[in-house]
């Protein structure tokens, strides 16, 4: 796969460098000495992907350009384009009554000519030549325009302003039709720590900037998954007894798909007993886990209805296993960065539990090491968040990390089917283990500028 963005560069950061990162793969590691910019660059990438002009202004650089991968043409902007907030009066007049596509014949009429008289005549010869088309207005705007003739002479004489307001909303437009990855910024975790600490900040509320430290938001993921497995397991055995309903008015059959799901899947169905068929005896239960095991069994006529049933049951299970691999992967991973204890998925009970070995008991999240709940809280949302495709900048990882933790952390990351594009900056040899192909010399990238 090709990595969507080539290159990003960032001119006269700290007000003397010029760095250029290409992006040959999708996954870049990049050594570095303390002092050399890159919190920098990857609170510059982070801002500037997420449209958070207020995050730019606060750091010193002076412009960025893009060249993305679906495109001819690199987009860049000056940092002096977003050192105010523009929206006049009029152009919010304007705005709301138009719809996007009118807002941008009228910015560019405005633009093109000097004026007003044309602006005007252009700009409602457009209206009457459109009147009977989709415009927002079509029955107002053949005696007049949907807007003020006054607030079109104000943008008229506010052209300049317009003019850096249009290009800063068409930068960042770009970027959002271009780039369709979340990105997902890991700053280094003590020094997250020690803000939030610092602010005495509520660590479950700080949104995607960060891995949040409280365990809350975890504890909700799982159980927002857990309740959504119940609920489809309840709305699959109401459309299964629906079928069978149905199967039973008009004769019953079973064919050899039915008989070959519940004879290669023998191993599954004392769990989707465990989870579908709460009812039933243990006696009951270990019947049916005997007779699938059986082959003759499941062929026998007179178990027709009860190997539909469990057919049918198996389908349903099927379409929760996305879920089920996704807990079940979560708890492995975290468990290789646990010390003396182990996370485990119980699919029957459908609940993910941490054990001390030491105790031979259940701990609660809130129980785990700072290093361990950064682990959590990092791969609950790469492995979790099922849908999520993201671009993660991680600043230093190595920080707060054993030395056999920076060893496989970028690996697991990068594992992850969420992780979409990867860029960590570090200065420890250990996380690139076995990731030399993706390493190189943040110094490497910084342009010489010209006199120097």
């Given at each position: ?36 910019g890159k919190t920098t660059i990857l609170k510059i990438i982070d801002a500037t992907l997420n449209g958070n002009i207020k995050k730019l202004r606060d750091v010193n650089f002076g412009s960025v350009e893009i ?44 633009m093109s000519e000097n004026s007003l008289n044309t602006i005007r005549n252009k700009i409602k010869n457009y209206y009457e030549v459109n009147s009977k088309s989709q415009l927002s207005h079509p029955d107002a ?312």
């Open positions: 796969m090709v990595p969507p963005i080539e290159y990003f560069f960032i001119g006269n950061m700290h007000g003397y460098k010029d760095v250029r990162l290409d992006f040959y793969d999708l996954y870049k590691i990049l050594l570095s000495e303390n002092g050399q060249k993305f991968a679906s495109s001819s043409e690199p987009i860049s902007i000056m940092k002096s384009d977003l050192d105010y907030d523009w929206e006049s009066k009029a152009y919010r007049h304007v705005s709301e009554r138009v719809s996007q596509e009118e807002l941008s014949v009228i910015i560019d009429i405005i705007i053949r005696s007049s325009l949907p807007f003020s003739m006054m607030a079109l002479r104000d943008l008229f004489e506010e052209k300049e302003s317009l003019f850096l307001g249009v290009k800063k909303m068409d930068f960042f437009q770009q970027i959002e039709e271009r780039f369709t990855l979340k990105t997902l910024y890991l700053p280094t975790y003590r020094r997250v720590e020690d803000l939030l600490s610092s602010l005495n900040v509520d660590k479950d509320k700080q949104g995607q900037d960060y891995i949040q430290f409280g365990l809350t938001d975890v504890e909700d993921k799982l159980e927002s998954i857990k309740k959504e497995i119940l609920t489809s397991s309840n709305d699959s055995m109401s459309r299964i007894n629906s079928e069978i309903l149905n199967r039973l008015v008009n004769g019953l059959t079973v064919n050899d798909d039915d008989r070959s799901i519940i004879i290669n899947n023998s191993n599954d169905i004392e769990l989707l007993l465990n989870r579908f068929g709460r009812s039933l005896t243990l006696s009951d239960k270990n019947k049916i886990i005997s007779l699938v095991k059986n082959e003759y069994e499941v062929g026998k006529k007179e178990n027709d209805t009860l190997i539909y049933f469990l057919s049918k049951m198996y389908n349903a299970f099927f379409e929760q296993q996305t879920k089920d691999k996704a807990l079940t992967r979560f708890a492995e991973v975290c468990s290789k960065y646990f010390k003396n204890k182990k996370m485990t998925y119980d699919a029957t009970s459908i609940s993910v539990v941490i054990t001390s070995l030491e105790r031979d008991e259940q701990i609660k999240f809130g129980e785990l090491s700072s290093g361990e709940k950064q682990i959590v809280s990092l791969f609950s949302t790469l492995i979790l968040e099922r849908d999520s495709r993201y671009f993660i900048l991680f600043d230093e990882p190595e920080l707060s990390l054993s030395v056999e933790w920076q060893k496989t952390l970028i690996k697991d990351v990068m594992e992850c089917e969420s992780c979409s594009m990867l860029l960590a900056m570090t200065h420890s040899p250990f996380i690139f283990s076995g990731l030399t192909k993706y390493t190189s010399d943040l110094q490497s990238y910084f342009l010489e500028k010209e006199g120097e």
